[in-house]
């Protein structure tokens, strides 16, 4: 009894935090209720709610991948872990500062890059594989240490930084190894996986994301030694699963302790696939869940990367290549970034180690779309007025005019009870408009479930816009686009008015906005 009672008294705790307990003439606990103060008039948070380290990458928002290592030489797009070191052989010593440049002109905020494929060939002098640039004949390549000059690049220019680390490998004799048993041994976690990762945590503190893919490997040939054939084998070898035989849960840990900020995705769990490489997320798009859409009964916080590329050719660089349009990837922008997602957007550098003149010409003219489209808040110039507004509290306020401060930390709400109510702006004369960019405060979770949009040319008289937009979450950030159309968006004049309506017709809990800009 003694001890069931101890285990209730743990789970009181938990499950309750508003309750205090009280021990009784009798020496037994007993539940007390009482209130919490709550001085600034605080909304409770709605579950799931994101990691401080999972805030930090949604503000990330995008961000460029850079797909370099054997492949780029051999033309393929999956290395099998065979290739000879000496085909790793830039022309010159590859430049990571040029790569974040490109980025940085597109209006990018940091970058992941690719230091170890699933070929298991390291992109910096590693002490776990003898497959790496040590094991290269040219100067070039024995020079290369991406991790080094990646760092550094980005902390000269205020970007953020991350590397890609398959752990998968292709050319680990340790891969999917298994004993006399059939079980599955812990040797390449320990030998291999988990000092790569120790060697690229020491790159840098401040590193913002680990892309571990899911890669649990397949039908491709590879370098397993042993029993499993030798070099050149086209024995398969697979594992079932990957949280496991990666020791995951650990590793997670032990690198959230080296780099506090530093999320995993991939079977790190941290962030989500969006479902598709096409550069879209759903209109409807919770951060929990999976896929496209999420779920808006998901359990833990998962929001979603969409990964893309901005080439037609695939993740590594590939002759004759084309670049896509800055329309197209304006429409992708809108379609991730706008859609409650980020977008990671691939720029494959060539055989020189530098992104292609035509991929950095695209991204200057991308960067100079996104300053003409989206940089201009016309929302700062109106008057903005709210069906309500939340009781103020001793040291924070939850008026409008949170709506345009531009700060992360004031937000709009409602009172508690209220999931639905509005916003309007109202300009002094008649304003063009095309865009409505709305922020939910998701630190205390995401709440909308659904919303629309009115114009007014009269500020008297409102018609519905985006009425072939599916209106639903908002999330971190949701761009609309008024004309309903993202290939097209900003096609026509758009629209003259003297007043928008912003009407949020169902939340989960009173709505809680952090920013509304119209452009």
């Not at 609309?480 to 169902?506: F, Q």
Request: with cysteine.
């Amino acid at each position: 009894m003694k001890f069931s009672r101890t285990i209730l008294l743990g789970m009181c705790l938990a499950a309750a935090p508003a309750a205090v307990m009280a021990q009784t003439n009798k020496s037994e606990f007993e539940l007390m209720q009482s209130n919490v103060a709550n001085p600034d008039n605080t909304p409770r948070p709605v579950f799931p709610v994101p990691s401080r380290r999972q805030l930090m990458w949604n503000e990330t928002e995008f961000y460029a991948f850079f797909h370099y290592g054997m492949d780029t030489y051999t033309g393929k797009e999956w290395g099998n872990g065979t290739e000879d070191e000496a085909i790793f052989a830039p022309t010159r010593v590859p430049d990571p500062m040029q790569w974040l440049r490109v980025a940085k002109s597109a209006g990018m905020k940091g970058g992941i890059a690719v230091v170890k494929h699933h070929d298991g060939f390291c992109l910096w002098p590693t002490e776990t594989t003898t497959h790496s640039v040590l094991s290269c004949p040219t100067e070039n390549a024995r020079k290369t240490n991406i991790p080094r000059d990646f760092t550094r690049a980005a902390r000269k220019l205020g970007m953020k930084y991350g590397f890609y680390v398959s752990p998968w490998d292709l050319n680990s004799k340790y891969w999917g190894e298994k004993d006399e048993q059939g079980n599955y041994t812990d040797s390449y976690a320990k030998k291999v996986f988990f000092p790569q990762c120790v060697e690229l945590a020491k790159y840098g503190s401040d590193q913002f994301e680990m892309w571990f893919d899911g890669a649990t490997g397949g039908d491709h040939a590879g370098y397993y030694g042993g029993a499993y054939g030798g070099k050149g084998s086209t024995g398969h070898r697979t594992i079932d699963d990957a949280q496991t035989f990666y020791d995951i849960p650990n590793l997670r840990d032990s690198i959230h302790n080296m780099l506090p900020n530093v999320i995993m995705w991939g079977v790190g769990g941290e962030a989500r696939w969006i479902g598709n490489e096409a550069g879209h997320s759903g209109e409807t798009c919770w951060a929990m869940g999976d896929a496209e859409s999420g779920d808006e009964n998901g359990w833990r916080w998962h929001p979603g990367e969409s990964d893309a590329k901005a080439t037609t050719g695939g993740w590594f660089w590939k002759k004759n290549e084309k670049v896509l349009s800055a329309e197209r990837l304006f429409q992708m922008y809108l379609e991730t970034v706008g859609r409650n997602a980020t977008l990671i957007l691939n720029l494959p550098p060539d055989v020189n180690g530098l992104i292609p003149e035509a991929t950095a010409q695209r991204m200057t003219e991308l960067g100079k779309l996104l300053r003409s489209r989206l940089g201009n808040d016309l929302a700062k110039k109106a008057t903005v007025s709210v069906s309500e507004e939340r009781t103020a509290g001793k040291n924070r306020n939850y008026s409008a005019r949170n709506l345009t401060d531009g700060k992360r930390d004031t937000y709009w709400a409602t009172n508690d009870g209220t999931t639905k109510a509005t916003i309007t702006l109202t300009w002094a004369k008649p304003t063009t408009v095309r865009y409505v960019q709305l922020m939910e405060h998701i630190k205390l979770g995401q709440r909308v479930r659904s919303f629309t949009i009115e114009t007014s040319e009269d500020g008297v008289n409102f018609t519905p816009r985006a009425t072939d937009v599916v209106t639903t979450t908002i999330g971190y950030k949701r761009i609309v686009p008024l004309n309903g159309s993202t290939v097209k968006s900003y096609e026509g004049d758009g629209y003259n008015v003297r007043a928008l309506r912003v009407t949020i017709n169902d939340s989960k809990a009173c709505p809680l906005i952090e920013n509304i800009s119209v452009y």
